[in-house]
């Protein structure tokens, strides 16, 4: 995930004894957008494309994973301005 100038990023991450697991990490981009990424298994070298839902600024909520869209646009809530309001992002 490549992060630019002004993006946020959040991980949530499990301590399992000497354990730690991230299970999934969120970026809010300099756009306004939400994206929430989990870890995938992909063979050495390769880049299939990250699993992800994505809530942009305008209000399409989608999800894709390996390049495929898994969810078609939704038109949900635009996040503009004082946004107080809670949207369901996925069952992880």
Known sequence: M????????YAVAIED?????????IKRSSKGGI???????CVEGEDPGSPHVSY???GTYHSK??????????KR???LGD??????LGIF
């Open 65 to 74: 994973s390996y390049e495929q869209v898994t969810m078609p646009p939704q």
């Open 83 to 88: 946004f107080k309001r809670c949207e369901h």
């Open 56 to 58: 942009h600024r305008d």
């Open 77 to 79: 809530h635009p996040l």
């Open 17 to 25: 004894g000497d354990d730690l697991w991230v299970p999934l990490w």
């Open 2 to 9: 490549a992060l630019k100038p002004n993006d946020v990023c």
């Open 35 to 41: 994206y929430v990424f989990w870890p995938h298994g």
